[in-house]
């Protein structure tokens, strides 16, 4: 029998290729995990056709913010940055009472929810998203994650799972929607 091995430049051109193609998918995973690279701002038409349930119960329609500056925050009782972003949201929000904030509670009790929105006096409307509909729906993959909305329906998604968002920061972005 007569092997040859003619073929390993072959395959070596290959396994460079394949390396090369998963070096670039972790190098752009990593970007985006690090907030460096965010979603290009687009418009809000038909971002805000949606339905949901408050903490307490309560049916919401997403389509009642249409025409306002909002601000939609992802946001999940256990997530440590969720937290640590908490008092930022509950200033912010107060702050600038011509920006409506909505809440959007993924995976969780409504018990812990509620502590969560007790805790951080957020007297703003917080939806149950308890399995994930409207996370899925607006393409959040993790918390805590935003949505910025101006009134003409102009848009900014920023999600970083690996830190919390300054209040500077939240407070200048909201500033910036009216």
């Not at 752009?28 to 056709?49: C, E, K, N, Q, T």
């Not at 957020?122 to 399995?131: G, M, P």
């Not at 003409?152 to 500033?175: A, C, H, I």
Request: hydrophobic content about 40%; charged content about 15%; glycine content about 10%.
């Amino acid at each position: 029998m007569n092997i040859q091995f003619g073929g390993r430049k072959k395959f070596r051109a290959q396994q460079v290729r394949g390396l090369t193609r998963t070096v670039a998918v972790v190098v752009a995973v990593l970007l985006v995990s690090a907030g460096l690279v965010r979603a290009p701002s687009a418009r809000a038409d038909g971002l805000l056709d949606f339905t949901g349930t408050t903490v307490s119960g309560a049916p919401f329609n997403g389509a009642s913010l249409k025409g306002k500056p909002v601000v939609l925050w992802f946001w999940a009782a256990y997530c440590p940055f969720c937290n640590g972003e908490g008092p930022h949201v509950s200033a912010v929000s107060a702050a600038n009472p011509r920006v409506t904030f909505v809440g959007i509670s993924g995976r969780g009790s409504v018990g812990e929810m509620e502590a969560f929105i007790s805790r951080y006096n957020l007297h703003f409307t917080n939806l149950n998203d308890a399995d994930g509909s409207l996370w899925r729906q607006f393409g959040v993959p993790w918390q805590p994650a935003y949505l910025f909305i101006n009134s003409n329906g102009t848009s900014d998604f920023v999600n970083n799972p690996t830190s919390s968002m300054s209040e500077q920061e939240l407070s200048d972005r909201v500033k910036a929607l009216t």
